[in-house]
């Protein structure tokens, strides 16, 4: 048994409603304040009069991808074209193949190709749906493209084909991405990797293994092209153990803003299509008729407002299973008829605050109209739909407080964007904690009650409270996984 002392702990069943100390037996919560004074306890952790909360949660994101960043060039933070080559000049000879985190500064095969046309060089694209190569990966994978701009499926190919890793290389990335994460004070996260890697079998030991030894709550996501592997492998849904769970099957509908893919209902400004489908109508009917038959929910990944209408009539359709509920990812542009239309299917999105900082204003100028509704969070909330944050790492930096901030001020360089849309500070929390945990099935987590698990984020300011610069320091002074200090700084 465990006495968490001297501390302000946030129950988030309310705003106000707090308590100073507590007690865990077991990795569950036991009791509060006056009721444990009179307990015999093992262990005692003095809480310093710091903050804490049910333990945050990324309800999107990609952990092997994002432990594969870590370990690669990153260019996020260049956006001048010259800087960018000179500086994959540089790595280039010290055998560097992968450039991640790439913001499109017009990069052509032409100028990489005078880098090397020797050695193969990749440019991932900050969206991580396209990509930019020289002439050496286009003739490795047999593709072609006058500019060695790649997206979707062909993106894809050229993944699969040079980011090949043994099974200890994908546990290495696992590590090094959870403990990253649990130095933001990230207790779990809701990942789709078991497709892009090693495969269903290899990914998922590998993430089992990870877990025996690293606590972290880790529910998985299914990509359709192994979901065959999956049933046969008779795994059940959800629960593999107290650590992982096997969740929805990943579908992609559109692709993004930065490639001009998401789907919208009015063209591209100066073009004259509107985005992708990835799929045939007929062929993805087919392939949703297939999962509903096994029984399991739908993950689906959307971002243009047309191809929203189209994935919830689709949803509508083929609804699932009494009881479940599907997962929209993104839903970055919408209708208001079609917000109201989720209002009373079992829907629930999984959005990603920070990409307000990543994308405005510049992608307002792809949009040949003005958009009602982009990143309509608020809006969301006022038609009765649960929103779970996330941050699509590698895509963002994994850290629930950058999320947080774009929720409650919608803010770019001292620019407020559509600040009708900005929500309260305790209901930011409650999408990283309670409403990031709905998608688990798991009905004691994501509050400070008896009963529920003792998974915790320990900050030295109050979120509710703080600064607005304070949003980005360094608060976490501790990470609790199952009643376990995962991180301390």
């Known amino acids: 048994m465990i006495l968490w002392k001297n501390g302000i702990l946030h129950t988030l069943e309310n705003e106000h409603d707090v308590h100073y100390q507590m007690a865990t037996d077991q990795g569950h919560i036991i009791g509060f304040d006056e009721e444990i004074e009179n307990l015999t306890y093992e262990k005692v952790v003095d809480l310093e009069g710091h903050h804490l909360y049910p333990g945050f949660v990324d309800a999107h994101l990609h952990i092997v991808g994002y432990g594969q960043k870590l370990s690669k060039k990153d260019l996020s933070s260049m956006r001048q074209k010259d800087d960018i080559l000179a500086f994959i000049k540089t790595h280039v000879g010290q055998g560097f193949t992968f450039y991640e985190g790439y913001f499109d500064q017009g990069i052509t095969k032409d100028e990489l190709d005078q880098i090397s046309n020797e050695k193969p060089i990749i440019l991932k694209h900050n969206d991580y749906h396209s990509l930019t190569v020289n002439s050496v990966v286009l003739k490795h994978v047999n593709l072609t493209s006058d500019s060695g701009f ?72 299914m990509h359709h092209k192994i979901i065959e592997d999956y049933k046969a492998s008779k795994h059940p849904f959800l629960d593999q153990n107290k650590y992982l769970q096997l969740g929805a099957v990943k579908i992609f509908y559109d692709g993004t803003f930065s490639s001009k893919t998401a789907l919208l209902k009015d063209h591209y400004k100066g073009l004259s299509h509107q985005g992708i489908r990835i799929f045939e109508k007929d062929e993805l009917i087919e392939l949703v008729k297939k999962i509903r038959s096994y029984e399991l929910p739908l993950a689906i990944h959307v971002i243009g407002d047309l191809g929203l209408k189209e994935v ?149 300011e109050d979120v509710l409270t703080m600064d607005e610069s304070s949003f980005f320091k360094d608060l976490v002074k501790m990470t609790i996984i199952d009643e376990q200090i995962v991180h301390h700084a």
């Open 150 to 221: 790649l997206t979707e499926e062909d993106a894809q190919k050229v993944n699969k084909t040079y980011e090949v890793y043994d099974h200890e290389h994908i546990k290495k990335m696992i590590k090094h991405s959870i403990s990253s994460l649990q130095s933001f004070g990230v207790t779990g996260g809701h990942s789709d990797d078991l497709y892009y890697f090693n495969g269903y079998h290899d990914t998922l030991t590998a993430f089992l293994e990870v877990l025996e030894e690293k606590p972290f709550r880790t529910h998985l996501l």
């Open 312 to 460: 919830v009539e689709l949803l509508k359709a083929y609804p699932p299973k009494k009881g479940l509920h599907d997962r929209i990812i993104h839903a970055s542009l919408a209708d208001l008829k079609t917000i109201e239309m989720m209002e009373d299917m079992p829907i629930i999105l999984d959005v990603q605050p920070q990409f307000i900082s990543s994308d405005l204003p510049h992608i307002l100028s792809l949009f040949s109209k003005e958009l009602a509704f982009i990143y309509p969070f608020k809006t969301y909330m006022k038609h009765n739909l649960i929103l779970c944050g996330s941050s699509d790492a590698p895509v963002e930096i994994p850290n629930p407080l950058f999320g947080m901030h774009q929720l409650v001020f919608r803010k770019k360089d001292g620019v407020v964007y559509q600040q009708e849309e900005c929500i309260s500070r305790f209901n930011a929390l409650k999408l990283y904690t309670t409403y990031a945990n709905v998608p688990t099935y798991k009905t004691n987590r994501g509050l400070l009650k008896k009963g529920f698990i003792a998974d915790f984020t320990v900050l030295s």
